[in-house]
């Protein structure tokens, strides 16, 4: 099988088991949609725009990630599966690229759910086509970013005793420079009179992204190794 | 062993460059007539932010070597340079918390991105025993340790040229600004802080390097007169000496 056909097959396998036990998605939702309620109370019922919306809806993308992050090896340490993949063929590179984007789409997915509950939650105004088409495309890359590193993370968490404490001990400061990023592409969108996303904001999403999946390429061996 | 032999002719080379570097940073190098006394800072400071950096990416090439040579050795070579990193980083973080007081009136300020930058490096290293700590297994632990230091190594980079792309408020960034080079015996001080506390870095691994091989050679040495049982593994330590 070629590698690309590994990664399919891992990818395919991820979703297949969330579907038949759902965990990851409904975790990762129901934590953002409580976020944004404990915001909205939090912040007294305002209604929010520009860097602060920005801000909670990252720092809640993260926090909710890191959830997902948390499980995204467990059947592999728990259940063996780890000494299965061993058993065949397939690269360790692709095992951890098909994790990678096993946790990205569970991102797009969670996002295409708490995006219209954020903006009605929370947001003072509607972002226009443009705008709202603009925030989806840094979410895109910001959650390609936290998937790559939360495929690193979630491996070196899952060897250890105390997965849970590892996961957003690791997973925070390595994510920090994509939300700050992030957060300075969509402020401007999110603003009541929205301004334009500085082109060296996309760059360096799309740069964090690369060197991460470079990363998660260059340690599978590491990873997946008995 | 070479890193034992290398160590007598490093420390001497060391101390040479120590002396000559505190010399000139104190006794050669002119008072600045604005910043006074306290633009001293600058022959101490950054060269330990710097070395920071080039320890933690040695770690991250030592980790690289372990997970593609599977050598005890150079998880411990990355154990030791991200140790280090770690010594360097508190030093930076407590030296530039004094040069902020002395020229800003504050020993700290969140608005400011390099400082903030450097204490979620800080941060993260700090997670690298603790993670080690909870591996049981020898082996898994120092490859795990190793994907930690090449992530890691990759990341500092990544991240100060992250913070390179914001707007600067405050810190000075002394290897870039134009107009900011430091003239005569002043850029001397500086470029021999460098080089000196780059020498005490080099010293320093060797010798953490030859004590640590050395202790873990003589227990394996004592298991095999004394039986295995006779030297247990360390328990509760994140060290690759447990072993």
């Not at chain 1, 590994?6 to 939702?29: C, G, I, K, S, Y």
């Not at chain 2, 010594?87 to 009136?105: E, N």
Request: aromatic share 8%.
């Amino acid at each position: 099988m070629s590698a690309r056909a590994d990664v399919r097959t891992v990818l395919a396998l991820e979703w297949r088991r969330e579907r038949r036990a759902p965990q990851v998605l409904p975790t990762m939702l129901l934590f953002s949609v409580g976020a944004f309620v404990l915001y909205r109370f939090g912040l007294q019922d305002g209604s929010i725009d520009g860097p602060l919306a920005a801000g909670v809806l990252l720092v809640t993308t993260l926090l909710a990630a890191l959830l997902g992050i948390g499980r995204l090896w467990t059947a592999e340490q728990d259940e063996g599966q780890l000494d299965a993949y061993r058993l065949t063929p397939a690269s360790p590179a692709a095992l951890v690229l098909a994790k990678a984007l096993a946790l990205w789409t569970f991102l797009l997915a969670l996002h295409a759910v708490a995006l219209p509950l954020f903006a009605f939650l929370l947001l003072s105004s509607a972002p226009g086509a443009g705008e709202l088409a603009q925030v989806v495309l840094v979410l895109v890359l910001v959650d390609l970013g936290i998937a790559a590193v939360g495929a690193v993370v979630g491996a070196i968490a899952a060897a250890a005793r105390s997965r849970e404490l590892l996961v957003p001990l690791l997973g925070v400061p390595l994510t920090i420079p994509a939300i700050a990023i992030a957060s300075e592409a969509i402020g401007p969108l999110l603003r009541a009179d929205p301004g334009v996303v500085d082109g060296r904001w996309w760059l360096a999403l799309a740069l964090y992204d690369l060197v991460f999946l470079l990363v998660g390429w260059a340690v599978s061996e590491g990873i997946v190794e008995d | 062993m070479s890193h034992a032999r290398r160590l007598l002719p490093l420390t001497i080379v060391t101390t040479v460059l120590v002396v000559v570097w505190v010399v000139v940073s104190v006794a050669v190098a002119p008072t600045d007539q604005t910043e006074g006394i306290r633009q001293r800072l600058t022959y101490l400071h950054p060269a330990f932010a710097i070395l920071t950096l080039a320890s933690f990416v040695a770690g991250a090439v030592f980790g690289w070597k372990h997970l593609s040579s599977d050598r005890p050795l150079d998880d411990l070579k990355a154990y030791v340079a991200v140790h280090l990193g770690q010594v360097f980083c508190a030093i930076s973080l407590i030296t530039g918390a004094i040069w902020g007081k002395a020229a800003w009136g504050a020993w700290w300020d969140w608005g400011e991105p390099v400082l903030v930058t450097f204490l979620i490096i800080f941060l993260l290293y700090a997670t690298y025993q603790p993670m080690r700590f909870a591996i049981e297994d020898p082996e898994r632990q120092a490859r795990t340790a190793s994907v930690f230091a090449v992530a890691a190594g990759f990341f500092a980079p990544v991240c100060f040229g992250v913070v390179r792309m914001t707007t600067n408020v405050l810190h000075p960034q002394p290897l870039n600004d134009p107009g900011s080079n430091l003239p005569g015996s002043a850029g001397l001080a500086f470029g021999l802080s460098v080089l000196a506390i780059g020498a005490l870095l080099v010293t320093l691994w060797h010798l953490e390097l030859v004590h640590k091989s050395t202790r873990i050679r003589l227990r394996a040495l004592q298991r095999r007169v004394e039986g295995e049982d006779a030297v247990p593994p360390v328990a509760r330590s994140s060290s690759p000496v447990t072993l």
